[in-house]
């Protein structure tokens, strides 16, 4: 398996994602990052509010859809306006006609319902370090890890509609439209969003260079600088936006520090995760041991300089920030919950558990 990347491949990586700039739903690019937040906004969406949880509706139609072709939603809580959560959700990916198709076993998302009241969600959770935030929930339910722009036929009848880049996109320039003054962004991904969670924190220091910026995958942290993981992430089936052809999943951490240092970076993840296990067998990658691939790829991210912060738990669990283990999670006498908190603050603590 590769390890650092070289200083060339980081500068063409570099290069590449200093010229994305977000896509409204239309799929046209917007223009330079020194536009107002408003103009971000490629398309209107429609709205309504689920009194009960608090969340508005957001349709932003156009190019923005599911992986079936139905409609795709986000929705928008509202609290301190300048203090926001981007949440990237998960439920696995797909890129291939053995993959995609239903009697594969891998089931991913093709649903965009609100979240529950769970974990990172829980506005009255006293322990809940993003209880007064406002929230921009993007559900997922592409296959692509919130990156892919491509319409992919897989077999007859299977035809299958990356557009995680759209959809993502139109939800940031939401959250640009509602709090042009926020001064903290957290930007959260879960499993299949937590690959694509420093790509958007990126996105999100473009265009509010002066926030204070974080960003936390959960539940991703074992996938590898190995030709069978990145062939998925940049082939011509996603055909994900701003990546070269020899980008990486770790990659994508150094490519985003490079360019924003001041970016706080942090993985959280289970020792044996079976979740990450299972993609890796999918993908044909190395699977026997996730704590390993956890240092492994730590390491190659180190070694770029870019200081990563991580809070690896024991047990073969998947995903904490959208459930009460959030709250439950205590390693070597570290809540989680915590140790969220301080590196949110700007005053992380020391890295929390190796498996």
């Known amino acids: 398996m590769s390890g650092y990347l070289g200083r060339q491949r980081i500068a063409v990586l570099l290069a590449t994602i ?8 239309d799929g046209t690019p917007n223009a330079k990052p020194s536009m107002t937040p ?19 509706t957001k349709s932003p139609g156009g190019d923005c859809e599911c992986a079936d072709g139905s409609r795709f939603n986000f929705y928008v809580r509202t609290g301190d306006r300048k ?22 076993g891998n089931r991913y998302q093709t649903t965009v319902e609100p979240p529950d009241k769970g974990g990172i969600f829980d506005a009255k959770n006293t322990r809940n370090p993003f209880a007064g935030y406002s929230f921009v929930y993007v559900p997922y339910c592409t296959a692509d890890v919130h990156l892919g722009d491509a319409d992919t036929t897989y077999a007859s009848g299977l035809t299958i509609h990356h557009h995680g880049y759209a959809n993502g996109t139109a939800a940031l320039a939401e959250l640009l439209k509602s709090f042009p003054q926020a001064t903290d962004v957290v930007v959260v991904g879960g499993s299949a969003g937590s690959v694509s969670a420093p790509v958007y924190a990126g996105l999100v220091a473009d265009r509010l260079p002066k926030a204070h910026i974080t960003s936390i995958s959960d539940s991703s942290g ?5 030709p069978q993981m990145n062939k998925i992430l940049t082939g011509k089936d996603w055909k994900a936006k701003g990546l070269p052809t020899d980008a990486s999943m770790p990659g994508l951490f150094i490519a985003t520090a490079k360019r924003h240092p001041g970016i706080v970076f942090a993985r959280i993840d289970h020792s044996q995760d079976k979740d990450q296990n299972f993609h890796l067998k999918l993908a044909g ?22 200081t990563l912060h991580t809070y690896t738990e024991p047990g073969d669990g998947h995903m904490v920030v959208d459930n009460e283990d959030f709250y439950i999670q205590n390693v070597d006498g570290v809540p989680l919950s915590a140790w969220v908190a301080g590196l949110i603050a700007g005053k992380p603590t020391v890295d929390v558990g190796r498996g």
Not at 222 to 226: G, I, K, L
């Open 38 to 56: 408003s103009a971000l906004l490629s398309s209107s969406s429609s709205g309504s509010i689920d009194q009960a949880a608090g969340w508005e």
């Open 285 to 306: 990658a190395p699977s026997d041991d996730v704590a390993a691939l956890l240092r492994t790829t730590e390491a190659q991210i180190d070694k770029a300089g870019v």
């Open 222 to 226: 074992s996938f590898p600088d190995v």
């Open 18 to 25: 200093v010229a994305v700039s977000a896509t409204g739903c």
């Open 83 to 104: 203090k926001v959560v981007l949440y990237l959700d998960g439920g696995g990916a797909c890129w291939s006609a053995t993959t995609c198709g239903k009697n594969s």
